[in-house]
């Protein structure tokens, strides 16, 4: 500022016609704007843009919304964008229809009424993986074989495809995910002369692969050219292969529900299908975040949600303390897992839960992690009583089983 001030003298001194005193006038001036005016412009710009935003939702409100998610990917966690959209959308009457490789357009874009999720937006799928996307979606595939071989020639990696059908966008051929996920990389561990008469077996055997497999284990399949499908020796280099995509499956399809969810909310941001209340629907005392804020202070509560923030403090009294934000498809809540130390009848009494909890385990509860809370309502928080962060863990890829 000091700067400009030197400028204003300088150029004042410079024209004789100008009084000197005109300087500190203009300096007032420039001065005044910067400490109010300028503040205040921006206050009714930034008013009247809200007012704009607020009518546009309550009046065009599926394509505000159409909008809001189209421009999620340009933001620095998409998904997490995602996430807060879906949640208001049910108060509109609005849907997120689930992606699928049939109806789905690239972007996300608008169907009688609702919102079809675009196949850009499931996390994992390139730039360069959506150009094969466009070739797979142009091939003719009636079949789930035949989608296997469309997606391989049009260069589609197995990861992408175990990740489109894990988000649910192969849902039409009514298969379980995971078996459809092993399926798919059985069939692109095959050799090209293995496909093709698979491809030919796949209505005999109405398109169960592993079935398939099973007989040209026994050496009951001959292929075209009046040889064995599979030799001993190929089908043990081949089962080599396959023995950890069966790991991955056997873990998952324990939990079915479970993974549908997760990999939902994994890859897409949200889960279309179910939430967490209904994956563990058996435990009817649970409440969602919605349910929890209508019930009164001190009130007993338990919920399940996913982790989105969480950080250990100290207070100001010397009680170490765990902040944690919990979520789940209706909203989120602030939770305090706390150690307190009160005088109680003239003696001090501590109530130690974060070092309970740590004693109890071997780390504390992050960002992502899927917890169960057991938690006394306050004012504007939950006062953690127990926690358990859930251990059934989702196999994704190989790597996740190291």
């Known amino acids: 500022m000091p700067v400009w001030k030197r400028r204003i003298e300088e150029k004042v001194l410079k024209d004789d016609n100008i009084p000197d005193e005109v300087s500190d ?3 007032k001036v420039a001065e005044d704007s910067a400490n109010y005016s300028f503040n205040k412009s921006h206050a009714i710009s930034y008013a009247t843009l809200s007012a704009w935003t607020v009518y546009l939702k309550f009046q065009y409100p599926l394509n505000f919304f159409l909008s809001l998610l189209k421009i999620s990917k ?3 966690s998409p998904h997490e964008e995602i996430s807060k959209i879906s949640q208001e959308l049910p108060l509109f009457d609005i849907e997120l229809l689930s992606p699928d490789l049939a109806l789905s357009q690239m972007d996300f874009s608008t169907e009688e009424g609702n919102i079809r999720f675009g196949l850009n937006s499931v996390k994992g799928v390139s730039k360069k993986s959506l150009a094969s996307l466009r070739d797979f979606r142009e091939s003719d595939t009636p079949t789930k074989f035949d989608i296997f ?3 391989k020639q049009s260069g ?3 990861g992408i495809v175990s990740a489109l059908i894990q988000a649910g966008a192969l849902s039409s051929y009514k298969s379980n995910r995971s078996l459809l996920v092993l399926e798919a990389q059985s069939f692109n561990l095959l050799t090209d002369r293995e496909k093709r008469n698979i491809l030919e077996l796949g209505a005999k055997y109405d398109y169960k692969l592993l079935n398939i497999l099973s007989d040209a284990r026994d050496g009951k399949l001959l292929g075209d050219d009046g040889k064995l499908l599979m030799k ?3 089908f043990e280099t081949f089962k080599k292969k396959y023995e950890p995509y069966k790991s991955i499956y056997e873990k998952n399809r324990k939990y079915e529900k479970f993974a549908n969810w997760y990999f939902e909310t994994k890859l897409l941001g949200y889960s279309y ?3 967490l209340k209904e994956v563990f629907s058996s435990d009817r005392a649970l409440l969602n975040t919605e349910e929890v804020k209508k019930m009164e202070q001190n009130s007993e509560v338990k919920l399940i949600g996913t982790i989105s923030d969480a950080f250990k403090r100290t207070s100001k009294n010397g009680n170490d303390y765990l902040k944690i934000t919990i979520e789940d498809e209706r909203g989120s809540l602030d939770c ?4 307190s130390r009160r005088r109680v009848r003239g003696s001090w009494q501590n109530n130690n839960r974060l070092d309970r909890y ?3 385990n071997d780390s504390l509860p992050e960002k992502g992690n899927i917890v169960l809370m057991r938690c006394t309502k306050g004012e504007d928080i939950l006062f953690v009583e127990g926690l358990t962060v859930l251990d059934k863990k989702i196999y994704l890829k190989l790597s996740d089983l190291k």
């Open 149 to 151: 071989m469309a997606a």
């Open 232 to 234: 001993p020796t190929r």
């Open 358 to 360: 740590l004693n109890e």
């Open 273 to 275: 299908s179910t939430n």
């Open 336 to 339: 305090l897992l706390m150690n």
């Open 74 to 76: 340009f933001e620095p």
């Open 25 to 27: 006038i203009l300096w």
């Open 156 to 158: 589609l990696n197995i």
